[in-house]
């Protein structure tokens, strides 16, 4: 079974800053995908990026983009320039080519200080 | 527009009443998802269906049921059989790459 694992619950940091959240996963396969989702107090969950394994290049989606080390197994999210906007609880999520389902991490919650 | 929809947003039920939840969507997609989440825990997969007339059985199916006779509609039961209801559930379709709104359910 494949595990995914937020290690910091909460972070916080100042307008216009980059910020980096962490995410690691367990799996014995080698076909997979990645997704970085978030979840604004609306609670609606919004997908970010998307990183296929079998692709060496980083996924970059705007000001958001991925560090993904498929051999250390971690899948990094990095926001350039931090936004109020981008307060947020943020889910790491596996999910393999052979049953297509997603394992989520337990999410950390950021907050864009003024 | 397309997307997904849930309803109720909110949804109030006496302990040992079963409740459905509507989730339905226009996008044309084969598989939908129904997760739960609780506070600290992530989502947690329930049920899940690849096609209309087929579904599986996800992380915590207990006390769960669903069906899928359209394509268009995945509605979720609540059974009183499920010793703790209360949570917010989201649909999603198509490699859950789309969710819809959630419907919060309390069981009083």
């Known amino acids: 079974a494949q595990t995914v694992t937020q290690s910091q619950p909460e972070m916080s940091v100042q307008e216009a800053e980059t910020v980096t959240l962490s995410c690691t996963y367990d799996?014995?396969?080698?076909?997979?995908?990645l997704f970085w989702y978030k979840q604004p107090p609306s609670r609606q969950m919004i997908l970010v990026i998307r990183?296929?394994?079998?692709?060496?290049q980083n996924a970059t989606e705007n000001r958001f983009s991925v560090n993904f080390q498929k051999a250390a197994k971690s899948f990094s999210l990095k926001i350039s320039d931090s936004q109020l906007g981008d307060t947020a609880m943020y889910f790491c999520?596996?999910?393999?080519?052979?049953?297509?389902?997603?394992?989520f991490g337990t999410g950390t919650r950021l907050t864009i200080i003024p | 527009d397309g997307g997904i929809t849930q309803s109720p947003k909110y949804l109030f039920r006496k302990e040992g009443q079963n409740v459905t939840l509507s989730c339905e969507q226009n996008?044309?997609?084969?598989?939908m998802y129904w997760y739960r989440q609780d506070p600290g825990q992530g989502l947690r997969l329930i049920y899940y269906?690849?096609?209309?007339?087929?579904?599986q059985k996800g992380d915590i199916a207990e006390g769960y049921s669903v069906s899928r006779e359209k394509k268009e509609s995945f509605p979720l039961t609540v059974t009183s059989a499920q010793k703790n209801p209360t949570a917010f559930y989201l649909c999603?379709?198509?490699?859950?790459?789309?969710f819809g709104p959630g419907t919060r359910l309390t069981v009083l």
């Open positions: 799996t014995s396969e080698n076909n997979y995908y």
């Open positions: 999603a379709s198509k490699d859950e790459q789309f």
């Open positions: 990183q296929e394994a079998y692709k060496q």
């Open positions: 996008l044309n997609h084969d598989a």
């Open positions: 269906s690849q096609i209309v007339n087929d579904f």
């Open positions: 999520a596996f999910m393999s080519f052979s049953n297509e389902k997603l394992t």
